[in-house]
């Protein structure tokens, strides 16, 4: 499926890159993608499978990544993470408003929506903001922005230290570390996909200091706890049990906020999306669609 580019979306006027795969008159499916990662995250086959699913799913690049918009500075993190977010380029509001002009650019009125990672704080914030354009959650991998619960665990810092990736190489051998460290180790690691996903995200466009800028929507954006115990969507909450960048505390703590919430918890899924689980994740999400 062919890369296209919505032009002038949302308040901000920036630029999004998408796809659409599937039937456009099967129920709209929306993929939001983690922090610093593009649509390609998303697998291919995992994309397919959801379409066989009846839906027609749309992935895209947030702002800041790939061939979206892109933003510039470096914000103050470590000021960030001591409460002063004054330097953030934009937040999560911003990040959901971008979202729901996409829907708008596409002709979508709502759409279900599965975000993972920072995909889940973002899909969070577009049921809070804009509800209308929810008719089911999905909140994968994810937390609800509170700091004493989905925090990292301390291995997991390996992840940011070193100099970021300047060859395809280089990005390739750095995404095969980071699966060692933080994916699904126990349900085993698909190291031709992960070749090929970062091949191709290097390929696409890298930019390390969105990585930071994104971090910093994030901390910017404080806890949405309050905001989710309003919440009246169908609501799916999807963790690993061996998460090590998102504590599994997280996804309790999501589901536990949001009315009616379902938790699934998956035994030896960590921070990924390893093949193993997919049937059981589409499976939960399509009850769920089926359900609203």
């Known amino acids: ?117 920072l995909g889940g704080f973002i899909a969070q914030m577009l049921a809070i903001e804009h509800r209308a354009r929810v008719q089911t959650l999905t909140s994968i991998m994810s937390s609800t922005g509170a700091r004493n619960v989905g925090q990292p665990h301390p291995e997991t810092m390996a992840l940011f230290a070193g100099a970021p990736p ?15 460290l933080i994916g699904s180790t126990a349900l085993g690691l698909d190291l031709e996909g992960i070749t090929e996903r970062a091949g191709r995200a290097f390929d696409r466009g890298l930019d390390p200091a969105s990585f930071m800028r994104q971090g910093v929507a994030v901390l910017a954006s404080g806890d949405r706890t309050p905001s989710l115990r309003t919440l009246d969507v169908p609501a799916l909450v999807i963790h690993g049990k061996a998460d090590k960048l998102v504590d599994i505390s997280g996804g309790r703590a999501t589901a536990a906020a949001i009315p009616g919430a379902k938790l699934v918890e998956i035994e030896g899924m960590g921070h990924d999306l390893p093949r193993a689980v997919w049937p059981r994740v589409i499976d939960e999400i399509a009850a769920l669609a089926a359900r609203a």
Do not use: C
């Not at 953030?88 to 929506?113: E, K, N, P, Q, R």
């Open 166 to 180: 300047m060859t395809r190489e280089q990005a390739i051998e750095r995404a095969h570390k980071g699966a060692q």
């Open 1 to 117: 499926m062919a890369i296209e580019i919505a032009r002038n979306v949302g308040p901000a006027r920036i630029d999004i890159a998408y796809e659409r795969h599937g039937n456009a008159t099967d129920p709209p499916l929306l993929l939001i993608m983690g922090l610093g990662a593009q649509l390609v995250a998303w697998p291919d086959a995992f994309v397919d499978a959801l379409v066989a699913r009846r839906f027609h799913v749309i992935r895209f690049d947030n702002r800041d990544v790939g061939q979206s918009t892109r933003f510039t500075g470096i914000p103050n993190y470590a000021a960030a993470l001591l409460g002063d977010a004054s330097t953030a380029t934009y937040t999560l509001s911003d990040m959901a408003a971008d979202t729901a002009g996409l829907l708008d650019a596409l002709g979508i009125a709502s759409a279900h929506i599965v975000g993972a990672s």
